[in-house]
């Protein structure tokens, strides 16, 4: 996927309404163990995994889990913050 | 200011701290450091790759059964989940439950089939714990309610909020005419002004909308954690969605600059 300018974001954010595609909160949830922990790690996950960082904005059920992890995992690691 | 790097000696001494804080017995300072060294790095990098080196370790000897360590890797595993669990609300015998079913699918798992990146092992191991969490509820309610019959499975689709969307009034050509036209910054940030409830969500939606910034980029400006900007943003993208008919067309109106859009 290519990287959206400033202005396609927002007009994005306003048009991508509608039911995600089929099968989109199974295939999330299979990589959401690889998104929170390359996100920890600091690594632009928007970039790596566009599909799944835009699912995340528009699905209330995976944006719950993907908070879940990420904080169970920052916790359990206790990730020093960069300055 | 960036974080100092550390060299080789100091990181080998941090990894051995870790090793020990954690009761980590699998790998030795050296073995694990090889996993993640290159150069001088900061400590931030140092974690992460203490951390997830260790989980692929942890991560292959858990997938060899016939292996020596097979069973000290359960163990460390085990002894780690349920560390983690006793941090969220509930009893210690529900903490029991839910890490002994987690380990249990978590063998067949991947006794069946290893993880495609070793290195999310952690993370696997909480989802599957969470899951764990949720279907123990689930079991709980039903039996409360004295019912034999099976709740719905828990289907994580969220269909039902996305049929309650409202669909944009604005037909894609009309979009698109709006994308042609030149952005007004100034505009943009008097309607995220009057738009955003807090300090933050302005913050994060001039930097991400703006200044096309990542949620990984923003959060060390913000000095938060990525997984929270991430959060604020969506908060951002649903009250977008979900702004008054007048509103969305004022703000496609900014957007391309063209009154004829909100027509």
Redesign the interface.
């Known amino acids: 996927m290519m ?1 959206l ?7 994005a ?8 595609p089929a099968g ?3 295939h999330s ?1 299979a990589m ?3 998104f ?2 390359d ?9 790596l995994y566009p599909d799944l ?1 835009n699912h ?8 719950q ?13 206790k ?5 | ?3 100092p790097l550390l060299n080789h000696p100091q990181c080998l001494a941090i990894v051995a701290q870790w090793l020990l804080a954690h009761d980590w017995q699998l790998a030795n300072p050296e073995q694990l450091t090889n996993h993640f060294w290159q150069t001088p790095m ?4 140092i ?2 790759g203490i ?2 080196g260790y989980g692929v370790i942890l991560h292959n000897y858990c997938c060899d059964p016939a292996g020596a360590n097979y069973q000290r890797a359960w163990h460390e595993l085990s002894q ?1 989940l349920q560390k ?1 669990l006793y ?1 969220l609300p509930g009893t210690p015998k529900d903490h029991e439950e839910i890490a002994q079913e987690s380990l249990i699918n978590l063998q067949t798992r991947l006794t069946k089939e290893p ?1 495609t ?1 070793p ?2 092992l ?3 191991a ?2 599957t714990a ?1 899951n764990q969490a949720i279907d123990l509820n689930r079991r709980r309610t039903t039996a409360k309610r004295g019912s034999e019959e099976e709740m719905p499975a828990d ?5 039902e ?3 309650e ?4 009034d604005n037909s ?1 050509h009309q ?1 698109e005419q ?2 042609g036209e030149a ?1 007004s910054r100034q505009q ?1 940030l008097t309607f995220f002004e009057r738009l955003l409830p807090t300090r933050l969500q302005y913050q994060v939606a001039v930097m ?5 910034l ?4 923003i959060a ?1 400006l913000l ?1 938060k ?3 929270e900007i ?2 604020v ?2 908060r ?2 649903e009250t ?2 979900n ?1 008054p008919p007048e509103s ?1 067309r004022d ?2 109106a900014i ?1 391309g600059n063209d009154d004829d859009v909100a027509s």
């Open positions: 990287m300018l400033p202005r396609q974001r927002l007009i954010a306003l048009a991508e309404v509608g039911l995600p989109a909160c199974r949830q959401l163990p690889l929170v922990t996100e920890l790690s600091g690594r632009i996950v928007d970039r960082a995340l904005d528009r699905c209330p059920a995976c944006r889990e993907y908070a879940d992890l990420s904080w169970w995992l920052a916790e359990a690691f990730v020093a913050h960069e300055p | 200011m960036s974080s900061p400590l931030k990098a974690q992460d951390w997830q780690w983690q941090k993880l990146h290195r999310t952690w993370a696997f909480f989802q969470r289907e994580p689709d969220a269909e909020s996305w049929l969307q409202k669909t944009l894609p979009i709006a994308a952005i943009l991400h909308f703006l200044d096309n990542e949620p990984a980029e060390p000095g954690k990525a997984h991430r959060l943003k969506a951002i993208v977008l969605r702004l969305k703000l496609l957007l």
